[in-house]
């Protein structure tokens, strides 16, 4: 069978190996399209792991819709004149394995020569018009969960300065990185949820005041109840925090409330910026156990780490208590 065959899909209308500029694609009736495009820069050494996690996180955006990743297509930037070819290989196949887990098709893609490598994906997902996610869905009453933990960021800055123990570092940024926010999105639309994002870039604490903002609501988070991993808090004490965290929460000061003991390393790791985090869900509380049972028997995280109040002009969008 040729590499072109393997590639192929009923949902393709065009053949992947006719070198067509590109992709013709039959649509399901009723649904609506979920569209996103994400790429990073490399944040672990493994290029085959590499592509797993930056294909995750491009996958992510649809999965906190509610939505299905139904097509997918490669974004490649690689210095192709200085470095071996295998490594482009083990990143192309890295993300071809998630697309495949995710249940899409790959469509093609588009690469150019950079002195920097870069990978990611453009995904194209289907969801029901009438009921997905948004940031702009969170109600009074609502309860946050959150699905993966928190400090991918610092362990990303510590295993770029060869810092600490990096084997380790780099198998637990694979593992909650490489992670799909499959059973999540599944929670989206088995429960009618109407209120996610995914924990990316701007941190749990960004992301929750967008969120907050979007839904004119006030969002409550438990400082002790988000689930970090001990590793990140340990390399955050010693001072391994990313550039990119310490902005998200500069940006979010003037609206974020903190408690006046607060663990100045744990408040650092609210806004540690992410990659390929977990989702929040927002989840009313009559469906609270649910959510968490079908989250804990898919194999995520299903930590309680916060809920939605009324908005009040005199307190702050964001309070962390």
Same mark, same amino acid.
């Given at each position: 069978?040729?590499?072109?065959?393997?590639?192929?899909?009923?949902?393709?209308?065009?053949?992947?190996?006719?070198?067509?500029? @590109?992709? %013709?694609?039959?649509?399901?009736?009723?649904?609506?399209?979920?569209?996103?495009?994400?790429?990073?820069?490399?944040?672990?050494?493994?290029?085959?792991?590499?592509?797993?996690?930056? @294909?995750?996180?491009?996958?992510?955006?649809?999965?906190?819709?509610?939505?299905?990743?139904? !097509?997918?297509?490669?974004?490649?930037?690689?210095?192709?004149?200085?470095?071996?070819?295998?490594?482009?290989?083990?990143?192309?196949?890295?993300?071809?394995?998630?697309?495949?887990?995710?249940?899409? %098709?790959?469509?093609? /893609?588009?690469?150019?020569?950079?002195?920097?490598?870069?990978?990611?994906?453009? %995904?194209?997902?289907? %969801?029901?018009?009438?009921?997905?996610?948004?940031?702009?869905?969170?109600?009074?009453?609502?309860?946050?969960?959150?699905?993966?933990?928190?400090?991918?960021?610092?362990? &990303?800055?510590?295993?770029?300065?060869?810092?600490?123990?990096?084997?380790?570092?780099?198998?637990?940024?694979?593992?909650?990185?490489?992670?799909?926010?499959?059973?999540?999105? @599944?929670?989206?639309? &088995?429960?009618?949820?109407?209120?996610? !994002?995914?924990?990316?870039?701007?941190?749990?604490?960004?992301?929750?005041?967008?969120? @907050?903002?979007?839904?004119?609501?006030?969002?409550?988070?438990?400082?002790?109840?988000?689930?970090?991993?001990?590793?990140?808090?340990?390399?955050?004490?010693?001072?391994?925090?990313?550039? /990119?965290?310490?902005?998200?929460?500069?940006?979010?000061?003037?609206?974020?409330?903190?408690?006046?003991?607060?663990?100045?390393?744990?408040?650092?790791?609210?806004?540690?910026?992410?990659?390929?985090?977990?989702?929040?869900?927002?989840?009313?509380?009559?469906?609270?156990?649910?959510?968490?049972?079908?989250?804990?028997?898919?194999?995520?995280?299903?930590?309680?780490?916060?809920?939605?109040?009324?908005?009040?002009?005199?307190?702050?969008?964001?309070?962390?208590?």
């Amino acid at each position: 069978m040729s590499s072109f065959s393997a590639l192929s899909d009923e949902r393709l209308l065009t053949a992947p190996g006719a070198n067509e500029d @590109a992709a %013709v694609v039959r649509f399901p009736e009723g649904k609506a399209l979920v569209q996103t495009l994400d790429f990073l820069t490399p944040i672990v050494n493994n290029p085959h792991w590499f592509g797993q996690i930056a @294909a995750a996180n491009s996958l992510s955006d649809v999965y906190a819709m509610g939505g299905e990743p139904y !097509t997918a297509m490669n974004i490649v930037c690689f210095p192709i004149d200085t470095m071996d070819k295998d490594v482009l290989r083990q990143i192309l196949e890295g993300g071809l394995e998630k697309i495949r887990e995710s249940g899409a %098709v790959m469509a093609g /893609g588009h690469s150019i020569k950079d002195k920097e490598i870069k990978y990611g994906l453009s %995904v194209t997902g289907i %969801v029901d018009p009438a009921s997905f996610a948004s940031n702009r869905g969170l109600k009074p009453g609502d309860q946050l969960l959150l699905t993966k933990p928190v400090g991918t960021g610092v362990l &990303a800055t510590a295993l770029k300065a060869g810092y600490g123990d990096t084997a380790k570092i780099e198998e637990l940024i694979f593992r909650w990185g490489a992670r799909l926010n499959r059973a999540g999105a @599944a929670v989206i639309r &088995a429960l009618g949820l109407r209120g996610a !994002t995914d924990v990316t870039g701007f941190g749990l604490g960004g992301h929750a005041f967008e969120l @907050a903002k979007a839904s004119g609501v006030g969002v409550e988070l438990w400082l002790d109840k988000i689930p970090y991993m001990p590793e990140a808090i340990e390399l955050a004490g010693q001072g391994m925090i990313p550039g /990119g965290s310490a902005l998200n929460k500069k940006y979010c000061h003037s609206q974020v409330s903190l408690p006046p003991q607060a663990d100045p390393v744990l408040v650092d790791l609210v806004f540690d910026a992410q990659t390929s985090g977990g989702l929040i869900l927002a989840v009313p509380e009559a469906k609270l156990e649910q959510a968490r049972d079908m989250l804990l028997a898919a194999g995520d995280l299903a930590e309680h780490i916060g809920q939605v109040l009324p908005r009040d002009l005199s307190r702050k969008l964001l309070r962390i208590t």
